[in-house]
């Protein structure tokens, strides 16, 4: 299923290469343009796995510019491996619906191609291409073979269960690492992708995501505007207006936000304290909430001010115009890594910026330059994600 792509540059290379990786793959591919007869002869004598040698550019088609509206009837004819450029996610769901019709192997390039290479096996693909490590991929959008074990490729089957994230951006997501574990340690038939979705694509994938999934995780920018899509909701999302979860049985779609939790469980009690939250977007929502039933008295600070005060009437909280107030617990749930001045950041309190990336935040670094007690959102993230897990596989 795992095919490995080596491009040298020089046949003791990868040799060495497939060495290292032998106990990972089930077959390995070489290109004439890129070794001699000479070294595939040399190559194959230590290899024990099956090698396919591409012999030919009409064999192999690849189209840099885009992804035809007729997939089937693009492929060439006499080819056993097709790829095309993905322009949009919907690309690449186009083409592994076109894999269950045909014995070439097709996939898309580019980052939102990675999924055509990820499911292939669930839509009756048969050799997913991978290189030894990211800087010997030999086309764009191609995973390693480490990275496509993670996704747990070699265990997907037509009944592997999907989950995804859908979100933009989504490139530095921890989510598929998280729950592909989750996956791996209870034994599941799962897998979860994640899929950057713009917010004009967001309803042509709805009917997707309620045919092939049973689950979904939703960040920005899509938290409050997937909402009309939804069959049902729970109180919470009611109360806020956005979620971060959405459960998906025979077609419906329900909706579910553990955002809330995740970042309030990182404080030992709200009760009695004051917050301060930067940010009037669709996580910070449900983080108001949330503190709000727990008994904070939060605060809200936008760098709209009307929009920050609709926020604050809308959940019930108060609306502060400018962030020079006294409070215990400061959040961070703005898109900016450097939401403030550092001049507002005061000393003895606790200060928690939600971005899960990267390592170091600089808001938390200033943060702890001023005496300040710091919480990474990885934090927020771990928990969020358990409880969303739950939800996943109840």
Same mark, same amino acid.
């Given at each position: 299923m795992i095919c490995l792509s080596l491009p040298g540059p020089t046949v003791?290379?990868?040799?060495?290469?497939?060495?290292?990786?032998?106990? $990972?793959?089930?077959?390995?591919?070489? &290109?004439?343009? @890129? !070794?001699?007869?000479?070294?595939?002869?040399?190559?194959?004598?230590?290899?024990?796995?099956?090698?396919i040698v591409t012999h030919s550019l009409d064999e192999a088609h690849h189209d840099f510019y885009g992804t035809p509206q007729n997939i089937l009837k693009s492929i060439p004819q006499g080819s056993f491996k097709c790829a095309w450029t993905a322009q949009s996610i919907l690309d690449s769901w186009r083409v592994l619906e076109a894999q269950a019709d045909t014995t070439a192997q097709l996939m898309c390039m580019g980052q939102l191609g990675e999924i055509t290479r990820i499911l292939a096996p669930k839509f009756g693909g048969t050799r997913i291409y991978a290189a030894a490590s990211k800087e010997k991929k030999t086309?764009?959008?191609?995973?390693?073979?480490?990275? @496509?074990?993670?996704?747990?490729?070699?265990?997907?089957? &037509?009944?592997? $269960?999907?989950?995804? @994230?859908i979100g933009d951006p989504v490139a530095t997501s921890l989510s598929p690492e998280f729950h592909n574990r989750v996956f791996a340690d209870k034994g599941i038939n799962a897998c979860y992708i994640k899929m950057s979705v713009r917010p004009y694509e967001l309803a042509s994938?709805?009917?997707?995501?309620?045919?092939? !999934?049973?689950?979904?995780?939703?960040?920005?920018?899509?938290?409050?505007?997937?909402?009309?899509?939804?069959?049902?909701?729970?109180?919470?999302?009611?109360?806020?207006? +956005?979620?971060?979860? @959405?459960r998906i049985h025979q077609g419906k779609i329900h909706a579910f936000n553990t955002d809330g939790r995740g970042a309030c469980d990182c404080f030992e009690t709200l009760n009695n304290k004051t917050l301060l939250l930067l940010g009037t977007g669709g996580?910070?929502?449900?983080? +108001?909430?949330? +503190? $709000?039933?727990?008994?904070?008295?939060v605060f809200?600070?936008? &760098?709209n001010c009307d929009k920050a005060r609709q926020f604050a009437t809308d959940l019930n909280?108060?609306?502060?115009?400018?962030?020079?107030?006294?409070?215990? !617990?400061?959040?961070?749930?703005? +898109?900016?890594?450097?939401?403030?001045?550092?001049?507002?950041?005061?000393?003895h309190t606790t200060v928690m910026d939600i971005h899960s990336t990267p390592a170091s935040l600089p808001f938390l670094e200033a943060a702890h330059r001023k005496g300040c007690r710091t919480i990474h959102g990885k934090e927020m993230f771990v928990k969020q994600a358990l409880?969303?897990?739950?939800?996943?596989?109840?």
């Open positions: 003791a290379e990868a040799i060495a290469d497939y060495q290292q990786l032998k106990n $990972k793959i089930d077959s390995v591919e070489l &290109r004439l343009d @890129l !070794f001699s007869e000479k070294d595939i002869t040399s190559f194959t004598a230590q290899c024990t796995h099956t090698v086309a764009p959008g191609q995973l390693t073979v480490d990275e @496509l074990i993670a996704y747990r490729v070699p265990q997907i089957n &037509r009944h592997t $269960k999907l989950y995804g @994230l994938i709805i009917p997707i995501l309620r045919t092939y !999934f049973s689950g979904v995780s939703v960040t920005m920018p899509h938290k409050e505007a997937i909402l009309s899509y939804v069959d049902t909701m729970d109180s919470e999302v009611k109360q806020i207006g +956005a979620t971060n979860t @959405l996580a910070a929502r449900p983080i +108001a909430w949330e +503190a $709000k039933q727990r008994g904070a008295q809200v600070w936008g &760098r909280i108060a609306f502060t115009p400018n962030p020079n107030i006294s409070y215990d !617990f400061l959040i961070n749930a703005t +898109a900016s890594l450097e939401p403030i001045s550092e001049t507002y950041l005061l000393p409880k969303q897990s739950q939800l996943f596989l109840d």
